[in-house]
């Protein structure tokens, strides 16, 4: 299993321009979000979803947009990039079952895109 | 919104040392994670907790689950210059169907050789 994916690993935007960035995870875990973490920082979450056709926001979700097609990709979307949007991204992802063992919270990170919007 | 305690923000010790670094919270938690984020890369999960009191061990980690559900606590033994890295804590407070983790701004650490 190559896990989880994402795709570029570094971009440069202008600002007012637009990108997607993809990941994709091949554990078939129900569950998958989006981090941004600003230097020196924790991990703010952007959106997240629960299954395929069903996203939600969560802490820092202005600016971007998501979607849930496939339980396998969630991509993210920024539409008019600005210079706040300067981060590194995390795609994660978890399984979730009532029945299931381990819990659900356990989350598996990408290795992260690295955005500049100058 | 919720935010965990974490602490110390940051430790540079001696190779072979042993380190302790804690996440507090205002709310009881159900579950308690620790990541280890080397330079560059994506965190990567080393212990989860489950239930309160439990102690749990991963090579020369061990972490636990404080009994009031509040706090986590991680030690790690006879460190090593690979221990370097941020060490960060998350966890998920017992509220209805909350779906997601609260994370800490992660302890900073060195291993001078």
């Known amino acids: 299993n190559a896990g989880v994916t994402q795709t570029p690993k570094f971009r440069i935007l202008k600002i007012g321009q637009s990108m997607t960035l993809q990941c994709t995870q091949d554990?078939?875990?129900?569950?998958m979000y989006w981090y941004r973490q600003d230097p020196g920082m924790g991990l703010k979450l952007i959106y997240y979803?629960?299954?395929?056709?069903?996203?939600d926001k969560g802490e820092v979700p202005n600016g971007y947009n998501v979607s849930r097609s496939t339980t396998e990709d969630f991509p993210l979307r920024l539409e008019l990039a600005a210079p706040s949007q300067t981060s590194v991204y995390f795609c994660?992802?978890?399984?979730?079952?009532?029945?299931?063992?381990?819990?659900?919270?356990?989350?598996?990170f990408g290795p992260g895109t690295r955005l500049t919007v100058t | 919104g919720q935010q965990l305690n974490q602490s110390p923000q940051s430790m540079f010790i001696q190779e072979g040392e042993d380190v302790s670094m804690n996440c507090t919270s205002s709310?009881?938690?159900?579950?308690w994670l620790w990541y280890k984020q080397d330079p560059g890369e994506g965190p990567v999960l080393l212990i989860a907790?489950?239930?309160a009191g439990e102690l749990t061990s991963n090579g020369r980690l061990t972490a636990q689950f404080g009994i009031t559900r509040k706090d986590s606590f991680l030690n790690i033994s006879a460190s090593i210059p690979s221990d370097v890295g941020i060490y960060f804590c998350?966890?998920?407070?017992?509220?209805?169907?909350?779906?997601?983790?609260?994370w800490g701004l992660g302890t900073s650490l060195g291993v001078n050789p």
């Open positions: 998350a966890g998920r407070y017992n509220a209805g169907n909350n779906r997601k983790l609260i």
């Open positions: 979803s629960v299954g395929a056709g069903i996203t």
């Open positions: 709310s009881i938690f159900n579950t």
């Open positions: 907790l489950y239930k």
């Open positions: 994660a992802s978890s399984y979730s079952s009532l029945a299931s063992v381990p819990l659900p919270y356990e989350q598996y």
């Open positions: 554990m078939n875990h129900n569950y």
